[in-house]
Structure formats: structure tokens, C-alpha cells
């Protein structure tokens, strides 16, 4: 299953929201997840079933979609933000990630 | 606290061998499946490969087939990934993930990630 982001890049200022859509080549239900990885850091999980949210990370995040499309929303961007942002798919193998979202405060 | 901790990495000549250990601690490594994912300098994720709790079922990508085999020690509370006849195209971080969902299957996300181990194959 590929998955595709988009953009490939945003450069965004504080306190805006950004949107990262990813596509699946087919229908996933809800096995998708969102990881941010910041630089030189290993990725940490920021939602998980395209919806659920994660003990510990703040609540500007926040994911939706179901089948192919779905969507990684960040409200009210702050500097810690600023990261490349990954799908990843579990519906079935080979697991597979998306090309990543470079988000530049 | 729950930490994944990656060695091995090192500089190999194509064609070479390697083998990466991932020690696991704070947790039942016993009940979650393991995971490698690699990064190239500069590029995105990669998975690699998964192991089941138990060890019993594991599947590879594509690109490794055949040239990397994923097991586990649950009793050293250790994941490897042997790599052979490595390429140029496999220098990469090499992490490795622990899976959120405990229990039996391999197709689970994951919580918790190691640092990385820097794989580099050049003459």
C-alpha cells in the first residue's frame, strides 16, 4: 500500500493551523498513524486508528479520515513544532510509511 | 521506563555482513512484536522488518529479502536484524520500534523507538 502526503514541505509562522493530508493507494479503515520526528530525534507517536489521540501529547494535534484519505491537523502552531510529519499504514504488510511533511516554523 | 538501546552499527565494505541488536527494557519484551525501520541520510522511513512476540511469525520487505533475517531472544530481552551482502543503498539509522498492541500479529503501530544505529556500506 503506498502512502502519499502532501504538501512535501509547509513553512508556517506561530499560532497558525496547518493540515497534512495522506492518501492510501487503498481502502485502509482506520490503520493509519501519525508520527512526528524532529531533527536528529527518533520518531514519536503523535495519533494512532487516524483519530486517537496519545497520552502526553498536546492537544493542537489531532487526526480524522477513514478508507484512503486522511488528515493530520495542527491547530495554533508553536515553535516545537517544527518537524517532519509521517503516515504509516498497518492494514496490512509490507507496512508502509508516507514520504514525510517537513513543517518549518 | 521503557527504552529500546541499538548497537552495532559501523562502516562495512559492500557484500559485507552485520548484525544489530536492539536491547529492550521496562516492559514485557515477551508480549510485543518487534520492528526494524530504517532512515537514509536525509530521506524518510523505511520499515523493514517485524517478529511476533514469540518469535514464531516474521515477514521482511521487499528490499531485504533475502539478505536480512529479524529474531529475538526473549530471554535476553533482544531483538537482532542480521543484514548480509549489504549494499551501498542500505546505509541508513537503523531503529528499532516496539509495538503498541501487546499480544499475538505483526501488523501494529508503535509507541516507542530507540535512538538509532548507524549503518554505513562503502569501500
Sequence with gaps: ?105 | EVQLLESGGALVQPGGSLRLPCEASGFTFSSYAMSWVRQAPGKGLEWVAVISDSGGSTYTADSVRGRFTISRDNSKNTVYLQMKTLRAEDSAVYFCAKSDIIGPGITWHFDVWGRGTLVTVSS
Design chain 1, 1 to 105: 500500500i503506498v502512502l502519499t502526503q502532501s504538501p512535501d514541505f509547509q513553512s508556517v509562522t506561530p499560532k497558525e493551523q496547518v493540515t497534512i493530508t495522506c492518501r492510501a493507494s487503498q481502502p485502509i479503515g482506520n490503520r493509519l498513524h501519525w508520527y512526528q520526528q524532529k531533527a536528529d530525534q527518533s520518531p514519536k507517536l503523535l495519533i494512532r486508528y487516524a483519530s486517537q489521540s496519545i497520552s502526553g501529547v498536546p492537544s493542537r494535534f489531532s487526526g480524522s479520515g477513514s478508507g484512503t484519505d486522511f488528515t493530520l491537523t495542527i491547530n495554533t502552531l508553536e515553535a516545537e513544532d517544527a518537524a517532519t510529519y509521517y503516515c504509516h499504514q498497518t492494514s496490512s504488510l509490507p507496512l508502509t510509511f508516507g514520504g514525510g511533511t517537513k513543517v518549518e516554523i
